[in-house]
């Protein structure tokens, strides 16, 4: 164990100290919510890249900063991003899920074509994945494409698609074998959203916005360049990203930044002569979660100490994505908590708290919970793949006989 | 020994769960909700239909002169169909207070028209619980000046029932000059809240000045609102197992799943006992005045904590589903949210519970 970064590292922390204090004024004030980035979030953006604190490792070809990868400054530049309470680069799903997979398994044009706009935030896009009747078993999703004169020509609907809205770019997975066992079927395409025959519909959710949408596909056709890998390995493909995916919402930094704004929030807020913080019983649950904050901190550290040794991170990366996510959760639950009736002040209220933020964060926190992986198929994973027990047996496949009794049998029990 | 309804009220609850079955869709709901003043008019008289509005008032005032515990059951059936109707404090906590604590010109002047559905007075002693951003209201030569927050039922009422820093409560119309009245917005639709400032507003006191009474409707308003909660977790709780039934992943139905099973078991067990502790202190209410707002505490503060954990597990129950607004699982999940919140959160009704039975002193 040693903690010290050494030298060199500390003069890395140094000058961008100076960066952030010298250019620290330019960075968007605005909310990170929104899909698009404003032409300030961009500026940004170019400047954080120029400078190499942002889309730091990826090559100068395609719009990067082009240095070797070094974990401990990525970590340094997270750290002094969050510790300054400045936004550091653009993590949308375009940078964070489909730019790593370009990098991995495109080809040399579409790392050219598609990277570099990406980065500088000029292109967005949105994640095809889900369907109504695909979710947690994502592999039996339904969506088809059949190849037609040097064009997939692809039929189906997709759900949760976030951003799809103002998205320029979809990657989106496929069916295109249909006789292959269905992990084995599938493609990964890259398409504009403005191709014909895509329909996008906004999905309201419970926070009252949409940040959602469902979008249907109906013989939208795309050139067959547009695949990323070898058709029938979509799975694999997109299982790179949803790697990808899984590490953006355990970011360690983002949750000491809320749990940071909690206790601002617990000093100023005041129940009768005193303050939320001075409550015993809401303090007691401020440390417990500042120490699980810090846990989580830790436990990203050793991630970080095992993947610059090349070991794999074992446990403490498979639970990253439950804990996280909780954590996150119960941050605002306490933040409610601690604001007493005025916790459930929302839509642009009078006396609203933070614009109503702590409400939507519950509730877009437990969607996060859901999102990517629920909570119950990460503790699966946890079980089987961290603790190696023994998997769920394959139930038998079905006859289609039997499934009409099954059918019939729940009818009944449903009726009654 | 009877620990359970009566054959009246097993009639009354199903009377009004039809009756809401009937009025009040969610497609109902939904509608209500988008407007400011989310009331109504509908199911409201459809519940006028049954006598609802003027249960808990003395027969000889126009009313039914029923119970507490009639009164939970009723709150349960309300939120169940996320009801946008007001209650809590018009039908319940304010005939409550007149019937208790009023003279009896104000008897008279007030409880049959609230009987009637013709009058409705909203009720503000958020700040006899703890006071917020420094509101409380004080009362000097017959007028009132300061900020009641929190009032409830408060779209549409003809008078405030408003507590000062002392507890004493007092009655002021609607349009006293001097009066300004905010709406508040919660995650809640589908209930009416609002502030209240005065500003040497001319008030009429209720009788009683030790405080008394103040405490027997925030005792009251805790109860109803963890009734209210259970309700709202029922509902959730049966949607989550409907939903487990029909939905299928990896080719079975998730209610095959363990972990789905046991989330929709644990949330059975912890909800069951709350219908019981409810029952328990609404009953006490009437039946043993010197247990109930001990009671009424851990009703409330035990229902809160139980149903926010219903609230998200069914949540999770329905994946995806469960948080878009296509199957309105949220009208329920911010139902509870505000049942929580008001008239103190879990910590302290607990605070308030350890002072009453002498572990601590008053802070
Ligand atoms: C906030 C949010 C953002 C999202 N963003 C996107 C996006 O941009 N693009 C995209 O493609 N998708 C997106 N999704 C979709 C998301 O990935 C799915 O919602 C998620 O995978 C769960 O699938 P489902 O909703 O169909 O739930 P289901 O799979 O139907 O799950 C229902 C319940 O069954 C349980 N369950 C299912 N299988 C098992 C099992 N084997 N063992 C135990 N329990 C099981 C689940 O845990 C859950 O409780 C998003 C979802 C949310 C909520």
Known sequence: MDLDYGPEYDAFRQEMRLFLKLHGHRAPTGQARAARPSAEAVEWQKLLIEHGYTARTIPRDYGGYGSEPDILKSRIIAEEFSRAGIPGGLANQGISMLVPTLLELGTEEQKRQWVEPTLKGEVVWCQGYSEPGAGSDLASLKTSARIESGEFVINGQKIWTSTAKQADMIFCLVRTEHDAPKHGGISYLIFSMDTPGIEVRPLKTMTGHAEFNETFFSEVRVPVGQIVGERGQGWFVANATLGHERGMLGDPDALENRFQALVRLMKEERIGMGRAIDNSVLRDRLGALQAEVAAMKCNGMRILSNSLKGEPGGMAKLIVKLQSCELAHQISALAIDAMGEMGILYSGSARERMRGTWQWNYMFQLGLIIGGGTAQIQKNIIAERGLDMPREPKLPKISGAAKGTADMLRQKQGSA | MDFGLSQEQQMLRDAVARCLADTCPLEHVRECSERDNPVSDKVLDALQGLGIPGMMIPEEHGGLGMTLLDAALVAEQLAYAVAPVSFLASHVLAPLALSEAGSEDQKVRWLPKIASGEAHISVAISETVEARDGAGVTCRGGKLDGTALFALDFAGADAFLVAD?????????????????????????????????????????????????????????????????????????EKAVDYSGQREQFGRLIGSFQAVKHMCAEMAAHHEPCRSLIWYAAYAYEAMPEDVSLAACQAKSHTGDVHRFVARTSTEVHGGMGFTDLVGLHYWFKRIGFDRQVLGGPESARAEAAVLQGWIKAA
């Open chain 2, 165 to 237: 820093t002392t507890g004493r409560l007092h009655l002021v119309p609607a349009n006293a000059s001097g009066l300004e009245k905010i709406p508040l917005t919660t995650i809640d639709r589908t209930r009416s809240v609002g502030e209240l400032r005065f500003a040497q507003v001319t008030a009429e006191p209720l009788a009683d000045d030790s405080g008394f009474t103040a405490g027997r409707l925030r005792d009251a308003g805790r109860i109803l609102l963890a009734a209210d909660s259970l309700g709202a977790g029922q509902a959730m709780i």
